[in-house]
Nanobody, 124 residues
Framework: QVQLVESGGGLVQAGDSLRLSCAASGRLLGSYAVAWFRQAPGKERNFVAYINWSGSTTYYADSVKGRFTISRDNAKNTVYLQMNSLKPEDTAVYYC?????????????????WGQGTQVTVSS
């Protein structure tokens, strides 16, 4: 199993930007597909963005399309989530997760390795 640690969250105002990082250890992150999920208080964990093992394929939730960009640097064992034009509705704990390629990318149950999460709070 690959171990994941998220960082880069914080408190920002609406319209600001944040860049989240997901650093891997224990395995080479280049062997895995990676996704970002988020969970707001009292709500279910929802899909945000996906990137395949090489970075050639990405998917985004409709709610973040055009504002968020997922990328990866396999040489650094790190996946990033660039978040622009943040809205109060983006407030949540953000988690990165990893799995072997294949299967449903947008469902949490498809991922075997998870980070502890990083808090993103967007004020109005």
């Amino acid at each position: 199993q690959v171990q994941l640690v998220e960082s880069g969250g914080g408190l920002v105002q609406a319209g600001d930007s944040l860049r989240l990082s997901c650093a891997a250890s224990g395995r080479l992150l280049g062997s895995y597909a990676v996704a970002w999920f988020r969970q707001a208080p009292g709500k279910e964990r929802n899909f945000v963005a996906y990137i395949n093992w090489s970075g050639s394929t990405t998917y985004y939730a409709d709610s973040v399309k055009g504002r968020f960009t997922i990328s990866r640097d396999n040489a650094k064992n790190t996946v990033y989530l660039q978040m622009n034009s943040l809205k109060p509705e983006d407030t949540a704990v953000y988690y990165c997760a990893a799995k072997s390629p294949g299967g449903a990318y947008e469902k949490p149950y498809g991922y075997n390795s998870w980070g502890q999460g990083t808090q993103v709070t967007v004020s109005s």
